[in-house]
């Protein structure tokens, strides 16, 4: 499938309700009708990741995108600030997607871990654009992170310097 890749969409933002920045990225295929989009926001800024997940997901007739918790991406001038604001920002990313030219209005999202997180915390305000989810993994914080059956969880000790420490991921 021949994908078309906008300059623009590489650097795409999406005003937050209290005028946060979020970066977000879109693939379309070429010469495609109005489509609904499959969607991803994620703490895990990684653009080589997110071109690959986008791209599959226009591989496969749907507006590819991915979008990034605030303060998390290079387009984002924020502060990172994960979990405390990703419902509402999420559905603010929903809403603009649902707006954009060659949307059909539809948007859905799949993904674990944060990523199928954000998709509950997007459930809980509703969006009307919103029409499936496919969560895995999902972390449930204060039930099953940081701790599970009373035992703390050993990947949460460097999952916030991995995650939330810099714009992309902290391998080191």
Same mark, same amino acid.
């Given at each position: 499938?021949?994908?078309?890749?906008?300059?623009?969409?590489?650097?795409?933002?999406?005003?937050?309700?209290?005028?946060?920045?979020?970066?977000?990225?879109?693939? #379309?295929?070429?010469? +495609?009708?109005?489509?609904?989009? $499959?969607?991803?926001?994620? &703490?895990? %800024?990684?653009? =080589? *990741?997110?071109?690959?997940?986008?791209?599959?997901?226009?591989?496969?007739?749907?507006?590819?995108?991915?979008?990034?918790?605030?303060?998390?991406?290079? #387009?984002?001038?924020? +502060?990172?600030?994960?979990?405390? $604001?990703?419902?509402?920002? &999420?559905? %603010?990313?929903? =809403? *603009?997607?649902?707006?954009?030219?060659?949307?059909?209005?539809?948007?859905?999202?799949?993904?674990?871990?944060?990523?199928?997180?954000?998709?509950?915390?997007?459930?809980?305000?509703?969006?009307?654009?919103?029409?499936?989810?496919?969560?895995?993994?999902?972390?449930?914080?204060?039930?099953?992170?940081?701790?599970?059956?009373?035992?703390?969880?050993?990947?949460?000790?460097?999952?916030?310097?991995?995650?939330?420490?810099?714009?992309?991921?902290?391998?080191?």
């Amino acid at each position: 499938l021949l994908l078309q890749i906008a300059t623009d969409d590489a650097d795409a933002t999406v005003r937050a309700a209290d005028g946060s920045q979020l970066a977000a990225l879109i693939v #379309r295929p070429a010469n +495609a009708a109005a489509l609904p989009a $499959r969607r991803q926001f994620t &703490v895990y %800024a990684n653009d =080589d *990741w997110a071109w690959g997940d986008a791209k599959r997901m226009a591989a496969h007739g749907y507006a590819g995108v991915v979008a990034y918790t605030r303060g998390k991406g290079r #387009r984002s001038t924020d +502060a990172i600030v994960a979990w405390e $604001r990703d419902g509402e920002d &999420v559905v %603010a990313v929903i =809403d *603009w997607i649902a707006a954009q030219p060659g949307s059909d209005g539809r948007v859905g999202m799949f993904g674990g871990s944060h990523i199928g997180y954000v998709q509950w915390a997007a459930l809980k305000h509703r969006p009307k654009a919103l029409k499936a989810i496919a969560a895995s993994a999902t972390l449930a914080p204060g039930i099953d992170v940081p701790m599970e059956g009373g035992i703390f969880l050993n990947f949460m000790y460097p999952w916030p310097f991995y995650a939330a420490s810099n714009r992309s991921l902290d391998d080191a």
